[in-house]
């Protein structure tokens, strides 16, 4: 199935894209895809610890399942205001 | 616009009071924040700050948040705008509005949204200052951490 991957502040910087489409085997879950990317791009690694995730722009944990068109979300911790 | 908002265009507070308060005679009080781009971080003289957000959880979380405070303090109206894109130094880059018949639950009403945008928003600031540029990272957002609610809640009502 196909998953679209946003990316966001540095995270986007550090992977040189704010949007990736993969493809991953079913079943799968955030994690899943997480797994994949920091495999294609070791660097994103350190953000595991202290990153937000979201699925279909809603935050969602590392264990949600995800579908064929679904859009998961990486996000650094955040610093608006 | 609407009370909530994420928008790349100047901010307008009366706008804003305009649009929570309307044109009601109920309210007694309605306390505003302004959030501006300071010339110093960190000991880094700032250039400027380019704001990202990811667009429609940010306005989601900002919408939760008001009704995280509207739970609160039941008889308040809440408004927030934030701006993101490229902002000078003492431009907005936050305006939030809350009317209340009281000005004890407009204030706090009003601070708890400033604390939980810190928290909970997915919005980022890459500060450039003079020097180089750095991706500024605070709060890890998790809107069920009830601690952090807590705590955003203890600072309203201090």
Same mark, same amino acid.
């Given at each position: 199935?196909?998953?679209?991957?946003?990316? !966001?502040?540095?995270?986007?910087?550090?992977?040189?894209?704010?949007?990736?489409?993969?493809?991953?085997?079913?079943?799968?879950?955030?994690?899943?895809?997480?797994?994949?990317?920091?495999?294609?791009?070791?660097?994103?690694?350190?953000?595991?610890?202290?990153? &937000?995730?979201?699925?279909?722009?809603?935050?969602?944990?590392? &264990?949600?399942?995800? &579908?064929?068109?679904?859009?998961?979300? !990486?996000?650094?911790?955040? &610093?608006?205001? | 616009?609407?009370? /909530? *908002?994420? %928008?790349?265009?100047? #901010?307008? @507070?009366?706008? #804003?009071?305009?649009?929570?308060?309307?044109?009601?005679? *109920?309210?007694?009080? /309605?306390?505003?924040?302004?959030?501006?781009?300071?010339?110093?971080?960190?000991?880094?003289? /700032?250039?400027? @700050?380019?704001?990202?957000?990811?667009?429609? @959880?940010?306005?989601?979380? #900002?919408?939760?948040?008001?009704?995280?405070?509207?739970?609160? +303090?039941?008889?308040?109206?809440?408004? =927030?705008?934030?701006?993101?894109?490229?902002?000078? @130094?003492?431009?907005?880059?936050?305006?939030?509005?809350?009317?209340?018949?009281?000005?004890?639950?407009?204030? *706090?009403?009003?601070?708890?949204?400033?604390?939980? =945008?810190?928290?909970?928003?997915?919005? +980022?600031?890459?500060?450039?200052?003079?020097?180089?540029? /750095? +991706? #500024?990272?605070?709060? %890890?957002?998790?809107?069920?951490?009830?601690?952090?609610?807590?705590?955003?809640?203890?600072?309203?009502?201090?």
């Amino acid at each position: 199935m196909r998953i679209t991957v946003r990316l !966001f502040a540095r995270l986007r910087d550090l992977a040189g894209s704010g949007e990736l489409v993969r493809d991953v085997e079913m079943p799968a879950t955030v994690e899943t895809v997480w797994r994949s990317l920091v495999d294609e791009m070791p660097r994103l690694r350190d953000y595991e610890r202290t990153m &937000s995730v979201a699925v279909n722009a809603d935050y969602a944990k590392m &264990s949600a399942k995800v &579908s064929d068109g679904d859009e998961v979300a !990486f996000l650094p911790p955040v &610093s608006g205001g | 616009m609407a009370a /909530v *908002a994420v %928008t790349s265009a100047p #901010l307008d @507070l009366q706008a #804003l009071i305009d649009e929570v308060g309307g044109a009601s005679t *109920a309210d007694g009080a /309605v306390a505003s924040f302004i959030g501006l781009v300071r010339e110093e971080n960190q000991g880094r003289r /700032v250039s400027f @700050l380019e704001y990202e957000a990811y667009e429609p @959880l940010a306005v989601r979380a #900002l919408q939760l948040i008001t009704e995280e405070a509207r739970a609160s +303090w039941d008889d308040t109206r809440i408004g =927030v705008h934030h701006r993101i894109g490229r902002l000078e @130094l003492g431009e907005a880059s936050i305006i939030i509005v809350a009317a209340s018949p009281h000005r004890a639950h407009a204030f *706090a009403a009003c601070r708890y949204t400033i604390e939980r =945008v810190k928290q909970i928003v997915p919005i +980022w600031k890459h500060e450039h200052f003079e020097g180089g540029d /750095v +991706w #500024l990272e605070g709060a %890890t957002a998790d809107p069920d951490d009830e601690a952090a609610r807590e705590a955003a809640r203890r600072i309203a009502c201090a």
